[in-house]
């Protein structure tokens, strides 16, 4: 899914391609895309871009009049820019959006629809999209200290809950809490001032440096890869690959469709949690260190 550096790379893309253009058609191939009624489709036709925005982990492109148009892109979501005379991705996409200087297409992996598309006017009917967490980079101290302690929740999930902080998923949050030197399965209400003064710091850092680096790499072209594994993470997608750090294998928690990554001697003290498919081969003989891991694995 698509988090806050990846959102603000397509943004980056996007101004200088639709603001000031027109917004001259929609064109829907998916009829499970749109999920919004009111306003329709024909009172956004032919409306200049007055500015972009993220909410969270959705993208919405401003238009005259208070009429905004809202994407959230899921977990396979992906923009595509067609250039005038361009060649059109056609039934690949499950919506079109003309505007004077060419056609974003929005195009999703896989066969479960779950990108949506919602059309909205007025400040008040954006602000339903917003899920009310906190956006770390502006957040004070404190604030960002009793946004984290107002339930007591895994550090994994505290981070993940767009209801808490804002913009950050899976990929991301397994960066920052390996900057942070904190378990993910660490509970909020256990955390030291000082932990969450490192916590804070680092997601800011993390967040700040990924941003910096995917614009810089992307330059003054539209974005065509944008995905969770990037090269140069520190743990997110590395299982079983060293710690750029200290050299350890980084180890997994698997769940439902994630995984959480992580460096057990940098964050856990060597402690293993429990990884759902090595459970089920290993039973009670789960390895609690590293030691114990790789002696079991290479026996």
């Known amino acids: 899914m698509p988090e806050l550096p990846d959102i603000r790379l397509y943004l980056s893309a996007l101004e200088p391609r639709i603001v000031g253009a027109r917004l001259l058609e929609i064109r829907l191939n998916s009829p499970f895309l749109l999920r919004s009624v009111i306003p329709p489709l024909s009172a956004v036709s032919n409306r200049r871009v007055t500015g972009l925005r993220r909410i969270g982990k959705r993208i919405v492109i401003e238009l005259e009049g208070e009429f905004f148009v809202v994407f959230h892109l899921m977990i396979a979501g992906r923009f595509q ?6 060649k059109s991705v056609g039934k690949r996409a499950l919506g079109q959006f003309t505007f004077t200087t060419g056609t ?6 896989g066969t479960k629809r779950r990108a949506s ?7 008040e009917g954006l602000s339903a999209f917003d899920r009310g967490g906190i956006d770390v980079e502006a957040a004070t101290p404190v604030e960002f200290a009793t946004a984290l302690r107002r339930e007591n929740h895994t550090l994994k999930r505290s981070l993940t809950d767009p209801r808490i902080i804002d913009g950050i998923g899976n990929a ?9 030197r904190l378990s993910p399965l660490q509970l909020t209400s256990r955390l030291a001032d000082d932990a969450i003064a490192r916590l804070r710091s680092a997601a800011r850092d993390v967040l700040r440096e990924w941003t910096e680096r995917l614009i810089r790499e992307n330059g003054s072209s539209f974005p065509s890869r944008v995905t969770a594994f990037r090269e140069g993470m520190a743990v997110h997608g590395r299982y079983r690959l060293p ?10 928690i698997r769940y439902a469709e994630n995984e959480t990554n992580y460096c ?3 964050q856990t003290g060597g402690r293993l949690f429990a990884d759902r498919g090595l459970s089920r081969l290993l039973h009670d003989d789960w390895p609690r260190s590293l030691e114990e891991l790789e002696e079991r694995l290479h026996r």
Do not use: F, M
């Not at 974003?104 to 992996?109: H, I, K, R, V, W």
């Not at 991301?172 to 942070?180: F, N, P, Q, V």
């Not at 710690?243 to 997994?252: A, E, K, V, W």
């Open 243 to 252: 710690c750029p750090d200290c050299g350890s294998p980084i180890q997994r």
């Open 117 to 123: 598309l919602y059309l909205t006017e007025g400040a």
């Open 104 to 109: 974003l297409a929005l195009t999703e992996a």
């Open 81 to 86: 820019w067609i250039s005038p005379g361009g």
């Open 264 to 266: 057990a001697t940098c």
């Open 172 to 180: 991301y949050s397994d960066e920052i809490l390996h900057r942070a």
